[in-house]
């Protein structure tokens, strides 16, 4: 059987402009094949992918912007922040994608930073809110999180961890507060926080010396 008859279309075509030599072989055939129309299926099967894709109404705005960045890379390595941006907007649900727009985001990674602060904010807005009791409140040395304010926490830091260890202009991600452009050596809310416990402790301290019994 001829190598002629097993192809169609474009490798058909392809076939025919090869040189003689080269039609006898079937090794250098297959191996020329490959090299010339794998890729091409990858770039296309990934672009199809990509036209599909949407945001689902409660799937992470994290998880989501991982299974962009994974078809961008099998679609084209190189592709600027501008098609990305392009093949995010109307994937991206609606009521996030209008509202990142309004920012002018110039990059990818940007552009979800913003729709995760969104996604957040959201998330808060949409929790039920409950009387608030005016003589259960304390001062603010016992003040403490509340369950609400608990799972708002949790729902960044989870978003945010899904992100890779460095975004695409390659800035490293800090462990702490799960931002980009620095590590968590340097994270400014770590020493922030560190800050706040070690003046809490301290006013606690001071509040014991004061209750202690005076000897007279």
């Known amino acids: 059987m001829e190598i002629r008859t097993l192809l169609e279309n474009v490798a058909a075509t392809w076939f025919i402009q090869q040189p003689e030599h080269i039609k006898q072989d079937?090794?250098?055939?297959?191996?020329?094949?490959?090299?010339?129309?794998?890729?091409?299926?990858i770039t296309q099967t990934a672009l199809q992918q990509l036209q599909s894709l949407k945001q689902q109404q409660h799937e992470p705005v994290a998880q989501f912007a991982v299974k962009l960045n994974?078809?961008?890379?099998?679609?084209?390595p190189t592709m600027s922040e501008e098609m990305k941006l392009f093949f995010l907007w109307p994937r991206l649900r609606h009521d996030i994608s209008?509202?990142?727009?309004?920012?002018?985001p110039t990059s990818f990674s940007n552009a979800i930073q913003i729709a995760q602060r969104i996604e957040a904010s959201t998330t808060f807005e949409q929790q039920p809110s409950f009387?608030?009791?005016?003589f259960s409140a304390k001062t603010t040395l016992d003040n403490q999180p509340t369950p609400m304010d608990i799972d708002v926490q949790n729902l960044q830091k989870a978003t945010r961890r899904a992100l890779p260890d460095k975004d695409?202009?390659?800035r490293p991600k800090c462990f702490y507060c799960n931002n980009y452009g620095h590590v968590r050596k340097y994270c400014r809310k770590l020493k922030a926080s560190q800050q706040i416990q070690h003046t809490q402790v301290t006013l606690a301290d001071s509040a014991?010396?004061?209750?202690?019994p005076r000897n007279e």
């Open 168 to 170: 695409t202009q390659g």
């Open 98 to 104: 209008r509202r990142v727009r309004d920012q002018g």
């Open 26 to 41: 079937w090794h250098t055939i297959k191996v020329q094949l490959i090299q010339n129309f794998a890729q091409q299926n």
């Open 70 to 76: 994974q078809l961008f890379l099998r679609a084209d």
């Open 131 to 134: 009387p608030v009791n005016p």
């Open 208 to 212: 014991s010396l004061v209750d202690l």
